[in-house]
């Protein structure tokens, strides 16, 4: 088995992000993800206890940076130095942009782009001195290929992509790799907000005829993730079920 790391996925209690921490304490990690809301949190922990998966909650606000510094600074002091991290949490405020309020734009642009800097600022130091690093970002479909009722989403999650570009550059020299990932849409409770007939017009465009399923995503990270993959940094690797096939 691979070294045992302390892996931080943000937003895991979610839809793709559980199928991440599953994943990666499956591989023998020591997983972590932040709540919001205490309740649901415990409830979430107990349910992946129940199925042999132990994760650490922390108590914390991807938007904020103040919460940030006090998440990662939390998990280290418990289970030791972040070598994994996954930018996973993330919202939508779905609507056209003649539409959208400035706060529907500052809501998904912080939560999505935004933290990216908040999560990944206090983790970094940590793994340049330490030599060894992996970083992924979920960005969107959406961020590759532009969506109707999304300029504030597809805006963030592009974003996302330079993000990663630019800290891979950075930081290759720290043995740190920095990739993305673009999934299509994923059965979770942020795809079936979609309304149904809209979403019934979305599936019909995808080649493989189906949503994709969380775990999908999640083999992408495990990849991504592992000693093997050593000299694979700023990608970005596209899973859709064919949906969007540009290069
Ligand atoms: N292409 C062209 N026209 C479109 C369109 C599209 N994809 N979607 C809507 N329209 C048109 C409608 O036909 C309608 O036209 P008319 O006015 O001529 O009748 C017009 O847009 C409606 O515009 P409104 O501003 O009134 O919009 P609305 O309030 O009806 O809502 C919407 C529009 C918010 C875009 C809604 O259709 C919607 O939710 N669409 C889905 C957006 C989407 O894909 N979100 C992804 C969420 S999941 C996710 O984000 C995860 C991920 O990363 C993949
Ligand atoms: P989801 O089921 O709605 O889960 C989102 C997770 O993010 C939840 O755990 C949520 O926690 C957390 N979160 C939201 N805002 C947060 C904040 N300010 N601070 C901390 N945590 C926060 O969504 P999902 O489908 O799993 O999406 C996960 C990621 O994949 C997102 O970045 C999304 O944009 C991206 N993505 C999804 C799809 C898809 O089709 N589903 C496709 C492409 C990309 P709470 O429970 O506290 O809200």
């Avoid at 992996?134 to 597809?154: D, E, H």
């Amino acid at each position: 088995m691979a070294q045992q790391r302390v892996a931080l996925i943000t937003g895991g209690t979610g839809g793709i992000g559980t199928a991440i921490v599953k994943r990666l304490a499956g591989m023998g990690h020591k997983v972590a993800t932040n709540y919001r809301d205490e309740g649901k949190a415990r409830a979430w922990q107990e349910k992946m206890a129940a199925q042999g998966v132990q994760a650490m909650l922390v108590k914390g606000d991807v938007s904020d940076p103040e919460s940030c510094k006090t998440m990662v600074a939390e998990i280290e002091k418990q289970l030791g130095p972040i070598d994994i991290l996954i930018n996973n949490a993330g919202i939508t405020r779905d609507t056209t942009f003649h539409k959208m309020s400035y706060q529907q734009w500052m809501d998904v642009v912080n939560t999505n782009l935004n933290a990216c800097f908040n999560v990944t600022r206090p983790v970094i130091d940590g793994m340049r001195a330490r030599k060894w690093g992996r970083i992924v970002q979920i960005s969107s479909i959406n961020g590759q290929k532009g969506q109707y009722g999304q300029a504030n989403y597809a805006a963030a999650k592009a974003g996302m992509h330079g993000f990663t570009i630019s800290l891979a550059q950075e930081n290759a020299k720290f043995g740190i790799t920095v990739n993305t990932v673009s999934p299509g849409y994923i059965a979770t409770d942020m795809v079936m907000a979609v309304p149904e007939e809209v979403r019934a017009k979305i599936v019909a465009q995808i080649p493989l005829g189906r949503l994709g399923e969380p775990d999908e995503i999640a083999y992408a990270v495990s990849f991504f993730i592992a000693d093997e993959a050593a000299w694979i940094t700023g990608a970005n690797l596209a899973i859709n079920g064919g949906h969007y096939m540009g290069w």
